[in-house]
Each structure stands twice: as C-alpha cells, then as structure tokens.
C-alpha cells in the first residue's frame, strides 16, 4: 500500500491569494490524481498528474486556476490561484500503481477563503 | 455516461442491527469497485474492492459487499453496527487499467443510535 502525505493540514486564506499544496507519496506511483470535496459533497477529480507531462484537466477545471507540477514520481503539488470563498473545500491528493492496485489518498488539505 | 448512484443520502441504524448501503453504476468497461470510508475531519480509507472473482468479497471492519452484474450494484453489508461505524460512506468505481482515476457516488451519510 502507499502512504501519502499532504501539506499543509489545513490553511485559512484570503481573497486573491494563492495557496500551493504538497503531496508525498512513500513509493513510485505512475499517477497521480487531486481532487476537490466541497462541503457536504462527494469527491470530485479536478486533474490527472503524469510525471514529466502536462497534467490533465476535467471539465470545469482550467489550468490557469489549478497548475499542478509533478517534478518526479513521489510528488506532486497543486496550487490553488486567485482565490474565493467558493474555493473552501478539501483538496485531496490520491495515487494508483498498478493494474489492480488500490487508490489510495492522502489526509486532505482543508482550505477556507474568507 | 460514467456514474456512481448512492440512493440514500442519509441512514440511521440502532446499535448492533444489521446495514446495507446501496451502490449502482454505469460504466462502459469492466468494472473495479470500491467502498470507502471517511470518519468526519478524516482521509479516505479503503473499506474493500472488488476486481474479479468471487463476488461477495470481505474488507475490513466487518464490511462486505456483494458485485451483482446483472443489477449493477454492489451493496456493502455489515450483520451487526457499532457505534464507532457512524461516518460517511463513498461508493465508487473506476476502469481495470492503471492511470484512471475513479468516480465515486455522492456518499451515504451513516448514524448510529443507541
């Protein structure tokens, strides 16, 4: 099994910032995924991370608002830009090696936007 | 269309009686099913998974779930609820190939009464 950490636990924002979240996974993983969970909602893939390649956007997820880096194949960071309320959600980063593998996830990175 | 239907978005269960929680799909290719498990201010943690075989497969904590083709479900069951099962509880599915992330229902929110 992996175990992925995140950072930061949790972060309190305001309007218009940026906010970058870490995610470390234990071994070599071939994806990576992130995705939102709004408050009382279920989860939702924001992008797929290949390492050494553009990461893969889902509809009604741009770049410009989530650029994510995947420098290796234990890391990956997704940043969060120009931020507003309705960003606040937990952001979770989750990992698959092989075929039959299990997804596993991190913590989640808890993020309000005042 | 890829889909994860939890019809009961709320279930109470008295202490010690017996659960199932639904789960229906639509996918297009074979299907790899999960059950996961979020505690409230918790990640997500892998109840059980089916890929193929048996299809009444068991996972931790007491929880199985049956993968029935012909109904598109795969219900998880528990025979006796404890108290500390009280959590939100994510049906999802995803392809059998590696790099593709799952979709997951809306979530069945679980109380136990005592």
């Known amino acids: 099994s992996a175990v992925i950490s995140q950072k930061p636990s949790r972060d309190i924002c305001q309007r218009g910032t940026s906010l970058t979240i870490q995610c470390q996974v234990d071994?070599?993983?071939?994806?990576m995924f992130w995705y939102r969970q709004q408050p009382g909602q279920s989860l939702t893939l924001i992008a797929t991370a290949n390492q050494g390649s553009e990461a893969t956007y889902e509809s009604g997820f741009v770049i410009d608002k989530f650029p994510i880096s995947r420098p290796n194949l234990t890391f990956s960071t997704l940043t969060v830009s120009n931020m507003s309320p309705e960003d606040s959600s937990i952001y979770l980063c989750s990992s698959r090696t092989g075929v039959t593998d299990t997804q596993y996830f991190g913590p989640g990175t808890r993020l309000t936007v005042l | 269309a890829q889909s994860v239907t939890q019809p009961d978005i709320h279930i109470t269960v008295s202490e010690g009686a017996s659960l199932e929680l639904r789960c229906n799909y639509s996918?297009?290719?074979?299907?790899?099913l999960f059950w996961y498990v979020q505690s409230p201010g918790q990640g997500l943690q892998l109840l059980l998974k089916y890929f193929s075989g048996d299809t009444l497969v068991q996972g931790i904590k007491g929880f199985e779930a049956e993968f029935k083709r012909s109904q598109s479900s795969f219900n998880l069951r528990k025979p006796s609820v404890h108290w500390s099962d009280a959590a939100e509880y994510f049906c999802a599915v995803g392809a059998i190939q590696a790099g593709t992330a799952l979709i997951f229902g809306k979530g069945t929110t679980l109380s136990v009464s005592s």
């Open positions: 071994s070599q993983v071939t994806m």
């Open positions: 996918y297009g290719a074979t299907p790899y």
